[in-house]
């Protein structure tokens, strides 16, 4: 235990309320890091009475925040920024430390936040109103303004981007906030908002609660006070979170589960097909709701496929994040058993093991969450990974023969996040991009994230966006002013 801490850089280990740093009501609780299982710090917990404390603090701050100086609110935003480049490689070891992830890994998170807070404090200079023929001596206006006091619900896969992703645009349309990030993984967090208070940021536009979900989740659906609610996580969670939140009326945006298909067509290059899935199935050792969870290949180039994507996956390295790895560990035991539930059902209904399949426990992999990366060849909609979101690196392989048939195996899902479909056909890419059920298409590539585009699914994936111009009209209302002039 004593080495693990000894890693750990100096943090605060309490809630974050009213520009003051607070130790909860309820009983600490332990940070692990998943490829050890041994404790790195015990961290406060609140409740109810810390939320409520919180929404008051972020209530009192929302005029003065929504009423500052453009100019000053921006530069504040730019700082946060610098300051978190600035301190890149500790905010990645803190979060590798306590998530898995390996380190470059963890560092590419950070960087992500430092794009999506310039961009978004640009943005805030964007938030355009506009002006609507009017009858003679009327004038017809419409004003975006800040929605007002906003609760945000993040959780452990990524635990910094998410953060940065809802507070970033929430503080630059001139909202504050109350953040509850996952329990798991609240270093990340208070590192973040170590830095909120280090650049100036004014007490109450941002504060952190750390404790027991439905608790602090309920008490910011609860109140009328609360005007926002923005979420990632499961779609179970986040359809009980919209539920009470008609109760007040709140303004949303949810992004929940996926299962994303990854489809390879007969004239795709099979080269920057297998590349571009391997990155994105063992980023994040496939913890990612954007990961590839649903393989579709064209049986015309099946076999050269599986040939080349054997030979990548077994350059795959796994172990301790801190270490140069392409994989780190799982998050906890509950993880791995679910994967090799599905594992297990697929080789039970006919699935063929190319790789993988069990859980790494040799040597240094005994005390930590590892999983071997997996191939499952015949996998078919039988099976219930044809159907369940697998977070783990696990690629189920579907074959198909045309088309039509892929695009309908490809939509046959509740969620609509992410799809990606590799071909060198122009009309083909149109045709399929138009007849994919998601919200985010990758066509030849696996980019679908970025600060300047936005992020968000359909169907049970969620509501609303992120990122992009859409993003922070998330945090903004619509408001029309008619006024007559008097003769």
Same mark, same amino acid.
């Given at each position: 235990?004593?080495?693990?801490?000894?890693?750990?850089?100096?943090?605060? &280990?309490?809630?974050?309320?009213? @520009?003051?740093?607070?130790?909860?009501?309820?009983? /600490?609780?332990?940070?692990?890091?998943?490829? $050890?299982?041994?404790?790195?710090?015990?961290?406060?917990?609140?409740?109810?009475?810390? *939320? #409520?404390?919180?929404?008051?603090?972020?209530?009192?701050?929302? !005029?003065?925040?929504?009423?500052?100086?453009?100019?000053?609110?921006?530069?504040?935003?730019?700082?946060?920024?610098?300051?978190?480049?600035?301190?890149?490689?500790?905010?990645?070891?803190?979060? *590798?430390?306590?998530?898995?992830?390996?380190? /470059?890994?963890?560092?590419?998170?950070?960087?992500?936040?430092?794009?999506?807070?310039?961009?978004?404090?640009?943005? %805030?200079?964007?938030?355009?109103?506009?002006?609507?023929?009017?009858?003679?001596?009327?004038?017809?206006?419409?004003?975006?303004? !800040?929605?007002?006091?906003?609760?945000?619900?993040?959780?452990?896969?990524? !635990?910094?981007?998410?953060?940065?992703?809802?507070?970033?645009?929430?503080?630059? %349309? @001139?909202? *504050?906030?109350?953040?509850?990030?996952?329990?798991?993984? !609240?270093?990340?967090?208070?590192?973040?908002?170590?830095?909120?208070?280090?650049?100036?940021?004014?007490?109450?536009?941002?504060?952190?609660?750390?404790?027991?979900?439905?608790?602090?989740? +309920?008490?910011?659906?609860?109140?009328?006070?609360?005007?926002?609610? *923005?979420?990632?996580?499961?779609?179970?969670?986040?359809?009980?979170?919209?539920?009470?939140?008609?109760?007040?009326?709140?303004?949303?945006?949810?992004?929940?589960?996926?299962?994303?298909?990854?489809?390879?067509?007969?004239?795709?290059?099979?080269?920057?097909?297998?590349?571009?899935?391997?990155?994105?199935?063992?980023?994040?050792?496939?913890?990612?709701?954007?990961?590839?969870?649903?393989?579709?290949?064209?049986?015309?180039?099946? /076999?050269?496929?599986?040939?080349?994507?054997?030979?990548?996956?077994?350059?795959?390295?796994?172990?301790?994040?801190?270490?140069?790895?392409?994989?780190?560990? #799982?998050?906890?035991?509950?993880?791995?058993? $679910?994967?090799? %539930?599905?594992?297990?059902?697929?080789?039970?209904?006919?699935?063929?093991?190319?790789?993988?399949?069990?859980? #790494? $426990?040799?040597?240094?992999?005994?005390?930590?969450?590892?999983?071997?990366?997996?191939?499952?060849?015949?996998? $078919? &909609?039988?099976?219930?990974?044809?159907?369940?979101?697998?977070?783990?690196?696990?690629?189920?392989?579907?074959?198909?023969?045309?088309?039509?048939?892929?695009? +309908?195996?490809?939509?046959?899902?509740?969620?609509?996040?992410?799809?990606?479909?590799?071909?060198?056909?122009?009309?083909?890419?149109?045709?399929?991009?138009?007849?994919?059920?998601? @919200?985010?298409?990758?066509?030849?590539?696996?980019?679908?994230?970025?600060?300047?585009?936005?992020?968000?699914?359909?169907?049970?994936?969620?509501?609303?966006?992120?990122?992009?111009?859409?993003?922070?009209?998330?945090? #903004?209302?619509?408001?029309?002013?008619?006024?007559?002039?008097?003769?």
């Amino acid at each position: 235990m004593a080495n693990t801490q000894a890693k750990l850089p100096k943090i605060q &280990t309490g809630l974050y309320i009213n @520009g003051q740093w607070v130790e909860g009501s309820l009983e /600490k609780k332990a940070v692990n890091n998943p490829a $050890t299982k041994e404790e790195l710090i015990q961290v406060s917990q609140g409740g109810e009475t810390e *939320t #409520l404390k919180a929404i008051q603090a972020a209530k009192e701050a929302f !005029p003065k925040w929504s009423g500052m100086e453009l100019a000053d609110r921006v530069k504040l935003i730019h700082a946060i920024a610098d300051k978190i480049e600035e301190k890149a490689d500790q905010l990645a070891l803190i979060m *590798t430390l306590e998530q898995g992830k390996p380190v /470059k890994e963890a560092k590419g998170e950070i960087l992500t936040n430092i794009q999506n807070l310039h961009w978004n404090a640009e943005e %805030a200079r964007r938030i355009y109103g506009e002006t609507i023929p009017a009858p003679n001596q009327h004038k017809y206006e419409v004003k975006k303004q !800040p929605v007002g006091v906003v609760g945000a619900i993040t959780p452990w896969n990524f !635990p910094s981007n998410m953060i940065v992703r809802k507070i970033a645009p929430a503080i630059a %349309a @001139g909202c *504050t906030v109350i953040l509850k990030p996952a329990s798991s993984t !609240p270093l990340s967090p208070i590192a973040i908002f170590e830095i909120f208070h280090e650049v100036g940021l004014p007490a109450g536009v941002a504060n952190l609660v750390i404790g027991p979900s439905k608790e602090i989740g +309920k008490t910011l659906t609860d109140s009328d006070d609360v005007r926002k609610l *923005t979420f990632t996580g499961s779609t179970e969670v986040g359809k009980m979170l919209y539920e009470q939140s008609a109760q007040t009326m709140k303004k949303i945006s949810f992004e929940l589960g996926g299962h994303a298909p990854f489809i390879i067509f007969d004239d795709a290059d099979i080269d920057q097909a297998v590349d571009g899935l391997v990155a994105m199935k063992f980023r994040n050792n496939g913890q990612a709701c954007t990961s590839p969870n649903r393989i579709f290949v064209s049986k015309a180039v099946k /076999k050269e496929f599986i040939e080349k994507l054997e030979v990548a996956v077994g350059e795959v390295t796994v172990g301790n994040g801190l270490t140069d790895v392409m994989v780190g560990p #799982l998050i906890n035991e509950e993880a791995i058993e $679910t994967i090799q %539930a599905q594992v297990d059902d697929a080789k039970a209904k006919g699935a063929t093991v190319l790789a993988g399949g069990e859980r #790494l $426990t040799e040597g240094d992999y005994a005390n930590g969450y590892f999983y071997m990366p997996t191939i499952l060849d015949g996998v $078919t &909609t039988q099976m219930i990974i044809f159907y369940e979101e697998t977070f783990g690196p696990v690629i189920p392989l579907i074959d198909f023969d045309d088309e039509e048939e892929v695009i +309908k195996m490809a939509n046959d899902s509740i969620f609509g996040l992410a799809s990606y479909f590799f071909t060198s056909d122009l009309k083909r890419a149109e045709k399929v991009s138009e007849a994919l059920e998601y @919200g985010l298409v990758g066509v030849n590539n696996t980019a679908i994230s970025t600060s300047e585009a936005p992020f968000g699914g359909v169907k049970h994936s969620g509501v609303g966006r992120e990122n992009g111009s859409y993003g922070i009209q998330e945090f #903004l209302e619509v408001k029309f002013v008619h006024t007559k002039y008097l003769d």
